[in-house]
């Protein structure tokens, strides 16, 4: 399958944005200005997030002005597609739990795995399309959520280098194959997230298994990540992936 760009607009930083579509996966590639080939980056949202969110095209916008290829889409239950009722009832019932303080670790743990079971091949595919345009080179580095993240590392061998957010929740299937991510790690964790138990996190960063991985913690809740840290991610992928 093809990639059908739809769209395409030169920022002003330089950067080429464009639109397009894989089959049904609609998504965004960004690219630097430079005629040379860049390494690819994929930039996954968490949860279901849109593609479009603010916060995710600032990072990525930032990341291709810095000399990488950078890409996301809009997976299945993603964005604007279609969510199983499985999904939405699971969001009701996570809604609703929240507001009556009851715990929240079983329809999580529900929600989280089902995204991440449908995402992780659409994922894929845009993998391989994604690498077969021009100007396009390996290797290729992730950013982004981290339980679809741990996955795709554990999966796909063409990804050299992964920056994980340690918000959200983290499925107990993810946990585990956290042990076999061997590939250099960078951890963001925020001390005071109010959706992501600091010990948990810990106990992840301590489980992944390769010997090359990096915690970087900063106060303030889930959405307060210090602007810095995109900037040491770009070095991060900077010492990996050119």
């Known amino acids: 399958m093809a990639i059908d760009f739809t769209s395409e607009q030169r920022l002003d930083d330089g950067v080429l944005e464009r639109e397009f579509t894989l089959g049904e996966i609609p998504g965004t590639l960004w690219t630097p200005e430079s005629p040379a080939p860049a390494p690819l980056i994929l930039m996954a949202h968490n949860n279901g997030l849109p593609r479009k969110q603010s916060r995710l095209v600032a990072r990525a916008r930032h990341t291709a002005a810095y000399g990488y290829t950078v890409a996301t889409i809009d997976a299945a239950g993603c964005g604007d ?3 199983s009722a499985a999904d939405e009832q699971a969001r009701a019932d996570l809604r609703r739990a929240m507001q009556a303080g009851e715990p929240l670790d079983e ?9 991440v079971a449908k995402a992780v091949p659409e994922w894929q595919a845009a993998l391989e399309a994604l690498l077969a345009l021009p100007g396009i080179d390996g290797p ?3 950013s982004g959520w981290t339980a679809l993240g741990i996955r795709l590392a554990v999966l796909e061998p063409r990804i050299s280098a992964a920056g994980f957010f340690a918000g959200g929740y983290v499925p107990h299937a993810q946990r585990e194959e956290a042990r076999q991510v061997t590939i250099p790690l960078l951890f963001l964790l925020q001390w005071d997230d109010e959706g992501n138990p600091r010990q948990r996190a810990l106990d992840l960063f301590d489980a992944f298994g ?3 991985k990096t915690l970087h913690a900063n106060l303030g809740g889930h959405t307060g990540t210090p602007w810095f840290e995109v900037e040491d991610g770009d070095r991060f992928f900077g010492r990996h992936l050119k």
């Open 81 to 83: 597609r279609p969510r």
């Open 140 to 142: 290729v580095g992730y």
């Open 107 to 115: 329809i999580f743990e529900s929600l989280v795995g089902s995204l």
């Open 210 to 212: 390769t010997k090359e």
